[in-house]
């Protein structure tokens, strides 16, 4: 760990807070308890599924490196603007400030349909998950963080990490939603980071390849037939803790000078190849 998360430790210095969006379970899950063990104090946002939300703040807890750290839980789901806000202001009453913001919930179409056949329902839900829920928590934490006088504790001052998807370029016809909310994720990230740079906050974006998770359980069969003919270079799966050990380099100050930053967490499936 870096020296000023160390000296914060051994001091007792209030640990900085982030808040990670769908840390129920899978990458935001991995993400949570990375950064318990780096320090961390962790919102844990979570939409229906209290008792996995339970169980990331258990694993947080064994991850404990000083006693000002706090884990707490947080039910919204992002894609509501009523919930949303609330989520915001439920973090700070529990915590008295934000220092990071990760924005991992996300959505994939219930019914993978060819483009021809995607429905207005189905498109409306992911966007508003995936692209309209993150983008209108980057301005509520840049508002919260530009309103007042509050220093970052964390090592890269106030810091936001989009979780966003290979999706954002790679093309899949039989589920245009996700691939068009992805990519506009991926231009909010460039949006923000632009906006914010001046005042010290940062904003990148992680774009994960096949990761084992929830979400790929459906199309295990076909993506290890893909991995297995070198679509993947690395020639495996990716894993939640693949992203987290990214996003805590990010949160970490191990990229200082970094923002709008496209970061591949892919194993070199983006490569393109002849």
């Not at 021809?116 to 993150?134: A, D, Q």
């Not at 923000?192 to 990761?211: D, H, K, N, Q, T």
Request: proline share 4%; glycine share 8%.
């Amino acid at each position: 760990m870096i020296d000023s998360l160390e000296k914060g430790r051994t001091q007792d210095v209030a640990a900085p807070v982030v808040l990670v969006t769908g840390a129920s379970r899978g990458i935001g899950r991995a993400i949570a308890v990375h950064a318990a063990r780096d320090g961390w104090s962790v919102a844990v946002n979570y939409r229906e599924n209290r008792e996995a939300a339970e169980e990331t703040l258990r694993l947080c807890g064994s991850e404990r490196r000083s006693p000002t750290q706090k884990f707490t839980a947080h039910a919204a789901d992002v894609g509501s603007d009523n919930e949303r806000e609330a989520l915001i202001q439920s973090v700070a009453e529990a915590h008295d400030r934000i220092d990071a913001l990760v924005n991992n919930a996300g959505a994939a179409p219930t019914v993978r349909r060819d483009i021809l056949e995607t429905t207005p329902s189905s498109f409306r839900r992911v966007m508003e998950t995936n692209l309209l829920g993150p983008f209108f928590l980057m301005q509520a934490a840049a508002r919260f963080w530009l309103s007042g006088t509050m220093q970052p504790r964390g090592p890269s001052g106030f810091v936001i990490v989009n979780i966003s998807s290979i999706s954002a370029e790679a093309a899949s016809l039989n589920r245009g939603e996700y691939c068009v909310s992805k990519a506009g994720l991926s231009m909010a990230s460039t949006l923000w980071a632009l906006r914010v740079a001046e005042f010290g906050i940062s904003v990148c974006e992680l774009r994960p390849g096949i990761i084992a998770t929830d979400m790929t359980v459906g199309v295990r069969e076909r993506y290890d037939a893909l991995i297995a003919e070198g679509v993947v270079p690395a020639k495996r799966w990716g894993t939640p803790d693949d992203v987290a050990a990214v996003c805590l380099a990010i949160l970490g100050g191990r990229l200082p000078f970094t923002t709008g930053a496209v970061i591949h967490v892919d194993g070199g499936l983006h490569i393109r190849r002849l």
